[in-house]
């Protein structure tokens, strides 16, 4: 039923909860999200169950209550969509039924997502065998095109129920022919031809079971419709068949991580010459150090290897300021500097931290204040 009548037998103040006398909106339950769609042409946010009642939740109030011509409402369910949680759902019931059938596998709850649907299976490891056969059958049960039907039993009299329902009364069966009977309120399709094709998609292990993510119908349809277009374009890309893109991706990343590694290499050596080049550029004070004051966007591996490059030499004193604060001492052994004990005597003066060995030294100072302290202990 995809549009009905019916009378609004009740409704909160502000006209957006809304009760009938009769629905076809499914609201949230057994896993299945709530129908969405439209009632008085309002737009259906929400479908809640109450229990006793069927709370339809609006976009915008319905008109003035006294007014008789709005007590009688048009429903519109969102077709498309309902008919997908009616495909997912039944394959679920389908599929619940093969897993348990074929390997004693118990489905233990099922999950309707937006993009995949999920059951969870009581057993922690599913072979990649077991899914192939379960997913052939499923599929070669879709192509017999077996009925889908609902009865109502009693729950005293209800037989070979899939699992036993802890139900009184009445109990609304959902039986795919020579397959699976099994007890359930939600919405289901008419024969298992609709279902056309069941995959699945893959498994994960969770809580010491085997959470199995499948999909049926026009979902399927459309997601192996997307994967294929991402194939074709790697395809494309690469320009090989498409059985040889794992392998291609693999030696990608492979040479990948060789060619970052070689880049870090030659970007080190780069640096040294840079610090050596800079030390024979430099002028020697009338102390006879020569001295180095770099401002570098931060204090990385390069700009270490520079600043220690520049003080390999003889009588020499590199000091690196980062764009965060950070610095860098660099002093050879007979510049007469302790690049350690320089930084953490100016920390310890004027606020900052860091410290190091006499050769080089590492840090962060409070101010502009203290940095200058610091270039006029080195001697800049
Ligand atoms: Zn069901």
Not at 63 to 86: A, C, F, Q
Request: hydrophobic share 40%; net charge neutral.
């Amino acid at each position: 039923l995809r549009t009905f009548d019916a009378e609004i037998v009740d409704k909160t103040c502000s006209g957006q909860r809304v009760y009938l006398d009769r629905t076809a909106f499914y609201p949230t339950s057994g896993g299945q999200p709530n129908d969405l769609g439209t009632l008085a042409g309002r737009s259906v946010v929400d479908v809640e169950d109450e229990g006793e009642r069927i709370a339809h939740v609006l976009a915008e109030p319905v008109g003035e209550t006294k007014t008789l011509s709005l007590t009688r409402v048009r429903g519109e369910i969102d077709w498309p969509r309902r008919y997908d949680h009616m495909q997912q759902h039944t394959g679920q019931h389908l599929l619940s039924a093969i897993f348990a059938d074929l390997f004693g596998f118990e489905t233990v709850s099922f999950h309707l997502g937006k993009e995949v649907s999920t059951i969870e299976l009581a057993i922690p490891d599913v072979t990649a065998e077991q899914i192939a056969r379960a997913e052939d059958t499923a599929n070669e049960i879709i192509r017999s095109a077996r009925p889908v039907s609902i009865h109502f039993e009693d729950a005293g009299l209800a037989k070979s129920l899939r699992k036993a329902s802890a139900r009184q009364g009445t109990l609304r069966i959902i039986e795919i022919d020579g397959t699976d009977r099994s007890a359930c309120g939600g919405t289901h399709v008419r024969s298992t031809a609709e279902l056309a094709p069941l995959q699945v998609r893959g498994t994960e292990r969770i809580r010491g079971n085997t959470r199995v993510e499948f999909l049926c119908g026009i979902r399927a349809v459309e997601r192996a419709r997307f994967d294929y277009r991402i194939l074709a374009d790697l395809v494309r890309q690469a320009s090989l068949p498409v059985s040889e893109i794992p392998g291609h991706v693999g030696s990608l990343r492979e040479r990948l991580a060789e060619a970052e590694k070689r880049a870090r290499t030659l970007a080190l050596e780069l640096a040294r010459r840079e610090g050596a080049q800079l030390y024979a550029g430099a002028a020697a004070s009338n102390d006879g150090i020569r001295r180095l004051r770099l401002q570098v966007s931060r204090i990385d591996e390069e700009a270490r290897a520079r600043a220690q490059a520049f003080a390999a030499q003889p009588k020499a004193v590199a000091l690196l300021l980062a764009e965060d604060g950070s610095l860098l001492i660099a002093c050879s052994p007979d510049s007469g500097a302790h690049a350690g004990n320089c930084l953490k005597e100016v920390a310890a003066a004027a606020g900052g931290k860091g410290g190091g060995s006499a050769a080089l030294a590492q840090g962060r100072l409070a101010n502009q204040a203290a940095i200058a302290m610091l270039s006029g202990k080195l001697g800049f």
